[in-house]
């Protein structure tokens, strides 16, 4: 159902570049449903996560929503009714469907979304190749964002596909192919100092970043460690053999009541079978692999973690300025794996700042000083939700590398661990 991305060859202009990029965003949303049958399309396993079919639908509304409507004279709508169905949060553009009911729309079928799909991108492409000449630099400005939350959505299927898969009793496998490393030994935990002092966070050139993400500014932090590599399954396995989930004084309150009242007692999709952990996984149930950073945390499992080690989490400041100047590679979803690895030795450096699990901070979700939301419904993106959420850094293997920077902040409220979230430790120094 797919359709072809743009060939090797260089794009003219700057439009027909981002022309080009749009069909290969359009494309690996598609592609990353293609393993999926027809019954998977419309599952909601929880409030929390969306049906494919609505991802898929939702991506599309947001351009129509953006782009076509206000810039595409003459534009007509395939189904008027969707701007109701697939709109997600914008109250200022009109009323949502309610997020918990999304998984009863047993219409639009699958079919009928796939062609909304095509309708969006056949008047996406007569926009970029025809655009309003005075509004060109507003219209690249909202084809990118549409591009990057795409992106996000990629993300959140795989999350959500994850998720809707284990709850059957087949414990089917989205894909049996996924790739799978050789297992190897976690290098040994080290710690890695930093300087106290003033330094600056936040996005402050030209290229793509989300609003949450600026303006850059000074912080302050003073003299830390961090953890050389995130925290493995082994060593979680160690603070639930300690008694991790059964003694209260590891556990922040809140963290401490959810856990006695849905009964945690190990990461999400671990399962202990005669004296040993499994893990269901995208590529179906696994044995747990000792070595690769342990997933599916919340943030409340993330803290207590911390506490039992006699560490903390890092600040997403102390994170940032660890993360400036590395490289950004690591195991994204163009890996393939679609599952946490082993770290290899980094040398002298941390490693897995990017990719393989996103890290929890010590840091609430709020805005930077100097914070602008968007204009307009737009603004609505990220700035009212700037309340009752921690940060996580760092991308995981489910995430676009071309997505992430140093700056990136995602965030979830501290009870969500459906995501992939993992944790590194930090201490004074």
Known sequence: MSRTACTDEPCPSALEALLCRYRAVRGQSERLCQPLAVEDYGVQSMPDVSPPKW??????????????????PGYRPLDERYDHLF???????????????????SRPTVAEVYRYRAHVDEAMAALLERPPGERVAELARR???????????????????????????????????????????????RWQGYPGGLGQIGHGDADFAFDCERPRHRVFVEAYQ??????????????????GYRRSDWWLADGWTLIQQAGWQAPLYWREEDGGWTELTLGGLRELDPDAPVCHLSYYEAEAFAAWSGARLPSEAEWELAAQGTPLSGNFVEQDHLQP?????????????????WEWTGSAYRPYPGFRALEGSLGEYNGKFMCGQMVLRGGCCATPQDHLRASYRNFFYPAMRWQFSGLRLAREA
């Open 226 to 243: 961090l953890a050389s590599r995130p925290v493995s399954n082994a060593e979680y396995a160690a603070f639930i053999a300690d008694g």
């Open 143 to 189: 084809v990118e964002l549409g591009l990057q939350h795409e992106q996000q959505h990629q993300e959140l299927l795989l999350m959500d596909i994850k998720h809707l898969l284990a709850q059957s009793p087949m414990l089917p496998a989205y894909r049996s192919d996924l790739r799978r490393s050789r297992a190897k030994p976690a290098t040994p935990l």
């Open 341 to 357: 690895m082993a770290a290899a030795d980094s040398g002298s450096g941390p490693a897995q700042l990017f990719g393989d699990v």
């Open 55 to 72: 991802h898929l639908a939702h991506v599309s509304w947001f351009f129509e929503a953006f782009l076509l409507r206000p810039f595409l």
């Open 87 to 105: 709109n997600s949060y914008y109250q200022t553009h009109g009323t949502p469907f309610p997020r918990a009911q999304r998984g009863l729309l």
